[in-house]
């Protein structure tokens, strides 16, 4: 079976300093992978949406960035985090043409 | 362009009474449709998907939603609220690219 994990759970970080999240994908190959953001009460935002090693599509604009090292690994960087960074960091994956996506646990992000 | 509009955001029942979360969507061709679920500080749970098989669509945990095209509706609901569904819940509908369109949420509260 397939399982999704993001680490770190959860995250204080100051303003300006950076950020690494990882997000690991078992038991499929060539999986979609996607990044969201959920801010208090607004749902979920698409950040990056991934279908292959270092293929990346950023949905906006943003101080954020990604990458694809691996086949089954996303990882989500800042080089300098702001305090609208803060929120739940989701990763999720999908399969080939199938629209179901599968989540991971998530990332509490909290910038001081 | 795909959009969801989930009326209602925050639904409160007691425990045993039907639970019904709205959900319209709108979108440019036939759509397929998700409703997941959050619990605090989790990530999503897939609790059922309209493929454009049949309308009515039954889900995880008691839960069933019907599609109604002319509408263009996919409201949640369950007979029997139970304490343990308490939760916030998102509508989605496809988008190009493999991608999710997500409705701003329902956060459903169950009274005893």
């Known amino acids: 079976s397939q399982t999704i994990h993001q680490w770190p759970a959860t995250l204080v970080q100051p303003v300006g300093s950076p950020l690494s999240l990882e997000c690991t994908v078992e038991g499929t190959s060539n999986p979609n992978l996607y990044w969201y953001r959920q801010a208090a009460g607004r749902g979920l935002q698409l950040l990056f949406y991934?279908?292959?090693?270092?293929?990346i599509s950023s949905e906006v604009p943003q101080n954020l960035s990604a990458s694809r090292p691996q086949d089954r690994q996303f990882i989500l960087s800042s080089k300098k985090l702001l305090l609208s960074d803060s929120g739940f960091y989701l990763c999720a994956w999908s399969k080939g043409q199938s629209w179901e996506q599968y989540f991971g646990p998530g990332t509490r992000l909290t910038v001081t | 362009a795909q959009s969801v509009t989930q009326l209602g955001s925050h639904v409160s029942v007691s425990e045993g009474a039907l639970v019904l979360l709205r959900c319209n969507y709108s979108s440019s061709v036939p759509p397929y449709l998700f409703w997941y679920v959050q619990y605090p500080n989790q990530g999503l749970q897939l609790l059922l998907k309209?493929?454009?098989?049949?309308?009515l669509v039954k889900g995880i945990n008691g839960f069933e939603a019907e599609f109604k095209k002319s509408e263009t509706s996919f409201h949640l609901t369950k007979p029997s609220a139970h304490m343990s569904d308490a939760a916030e819940y998102f509508c989605a509908v496809s988008a190009p690219g493999n991608k999710l369109v997500f409705g701003a949420g329902t956060i459903l509260r169950v009274k005893s």
């Open positions: 991934s279908v292959g090693i270092g293929q």
């Open positions: 309209y493929t454009s098989a049949a309308t």
